[in-house]
């Protein structure tokens, strides 16, 4: 479960984030802007960072709040499952996906990154879960992500790496490299493989 603290900071930059999109009253925006500042100012005091660069993170958030959408594809080929080392940020290793972006359905989303990061062309088959990403032990970010976890099937392509991911790999369930937790957890990993061998599970969610 994530602290208490964060979730008074995501609820703070929500309140402001919301009031400076509609307001037009001059002392409202102050007051909206105050908020932000002192959820930035929270955020700081936790993380033991400047509130400053934070505070300009919370004011590159505009319009309504709502949470941002990742989208992860697991396609498995002799019982073990693709995974690709990331490049960009720590080299371990992740399921093929990333935000999605507003031109795209999920499930578009999902095989257009899973072409750019592993090379394989697939056809999404099931939902498996949606969770809330702060709540699934990954390394705590300030603004609500929603994660899809998709299984798919591979139609066609080839591994090839790309300017964000280097090796290309099916893994077992019992030899797992070492993950990109910010991207995907060992539970998650786990929690498809039993919808893998269990296509009848039903979706998971929260």
């Not at 402001?16 to 001059?26: D, H, I, P, R």
Request: aromatic share 10%.
């Amino acid at each position: 479960m994530q602290p208490k603290w964060l979730e008074w900071v995501q609820a703070l930059q929500t309140i402001a984030q919301n009031g400076l999109a509609y307001s037009q009253n001059t002392f409202d925006i102050e007051r909206f802007a105050a908020i932000r500042a002192l959820a930035a100012e929270i955020l700081a005091t936790y993380t033991k960072t400047e509130p400053g660069p934070l505070l300009a993170l919370f004011a590159n958030e505009e319009g309504y709040a709502t949470p941002k959408v990742d989208v992860r594809g697991a396609l498995f080929q002799n019982d073990k499952i693709l995974l690709v080392q990331e490049l960009l940020d720590d080299g371990r290793w992740t399921l093929p996906g990333g935000w999605a972006d507003v031109t795209d359905t999920p499930s578009q989303a999902v095989v257009r990154e899973i072409l750019e990061e592993s090379g394989y062309q697939s056809r999404p088959v099931k939902l498996a879960a949606v969770y809330d990403r702060n709540s699934r032990g990954h390394p705590l970010l300030y603004f609500s992500v929603y994660k899809l976890f998709f299984l798919c099937k591979i139609t066609g392509g080839a591994p090839t790496s790309s300017s964000e991911t280097g090796e290309i790999q099916f893994f077992a369930e019992d030899n797992l490299p070492e993950l990109s937790l910010g991207r995907v957890t060992p539970q998650e990993i786990h929690m498809l493989f039993e919808h893998h061998r269990n296509p009848g599970l039903p979706t998971e969610f929260d």
